[in-house]
T-cell receptor, first 117, second 115 residues
Framework: AQSVAQPEDQVNVAEGNPLTVKCTYS??????LFWYVQYPNRGLQFLLK????DNLVKGSYGFEAEFNKSQTSFHLKKPSALVSDSALYFC???????????????WGLGTSLAVNP | DTGVSQNPRHKITKRGQNVTFRCDPI?????LYWYRQTLGQGPEFLTY????????KSRLLSDRFSAERPKGSFSTLEIQRTEQGDSAMYLC?????????????FGPGTRLTVL
């Protein structure tokens, strides 16, 4: 079965420190992976995606993610966290369970990131 | 504003009433998705359209739920005979084909509270 796991409900980091939000996946085909961020009372915003190519993907707001095929992981990272990065982060993978051009995503449960001043 | 918009942003209704939500996608986007999100959970897929055709419906979408996209532009999601369990944030997203594996752009959501 295809799935996405975000093993941490919450991540706390101090401002200025590096942050990592973890994501692992299980898919039947090539993994197309996405990270989205959700600020309070706001819609989901796209951060970055991995389709193919370099394992290190750079995205919005200084975030990057590292694709690791052997560990089936796609962890989100940022070298220096800001208080304004505090939000809910979702990892998602394309659903291969249906034939055709379905672009439906399978979503993780989300990780709440709190950056402390 | 050229993003995805949803109306209303908030809806409070009594159990048993019908509600309708509207989503206006980014104008050139041909795919439109509806999701439901409850507190502490990721988005749950409900249905999606390619232009005006509804191509897939989740098993989560009971007979009380119906969605339309009559002209391939805006979409409506109607819930009939609402139940308290329908209380959630309803998210709309759009994307563009044939951009392969393009990201979905989300609206701000409609928060439904069923009393």
């Amino acid at each position: 079965a295809q799935s996405v796991a975000q093993p941490e409900d919450q991540v706390n980091v101090a401002e200025g420190n590096p942050l990592t939000v973890k994501c692992t996946y299980s898919v039947s085909g090539n993994p197309y992976l996405f990270w989205y961020v959700q600020y309070p009372n706001r819609g989901l915003q796209f951060l970055l995606k991995y389709i193919t190519g370099d394992n290190l993907v750079k995205g919005s707001y200084g975030f990057e993610a590292e694709f690791n095929k052997s560990q089936t992981s796609f962890h989100l990272k940022k070298p220096s966290a800001l208080v304004s990065d505090s939000a809910l982060y979702f990892c998602a993978v394309r659903d291969y369970s249906y034939a055709g051009n379905n672009r439906k995503l399978i979503w993780g449960l989300g990780t709440s990131l709190a950056v402390n001043p | 504003d050229t993003g995805v918009s949803q109306n209303p942003r908030h809806k409070i209704t009594k159990r048993g009433q019908n509600v309708t939500f509207r989503c206006d996608p980014i104008s050139e986007h041909n795919r439109l998705y509806w999701y439901r999100q409850t507190l502490g959970q990721g988005p749950e897929f409900l249905t999606y359209f390619q232009n005006e055709a509804q191509l897939e419906k989740s098993r989560l979408l009971s007979d009380r739920f119906s969605a339309e996209r009559p002209k391939g532009s805006f979409s409506t999601l109607e819930i009939q005979r609402t139940e308290q369990g329908d209380s959630a944030m309803y998210l709309c997203a759009s994307s563009l084909l044939p951009r392969v594996n393009g990201e979905q752009f989300f609206g701000p959501g409609t928060r439904l509270t069923v009393l």
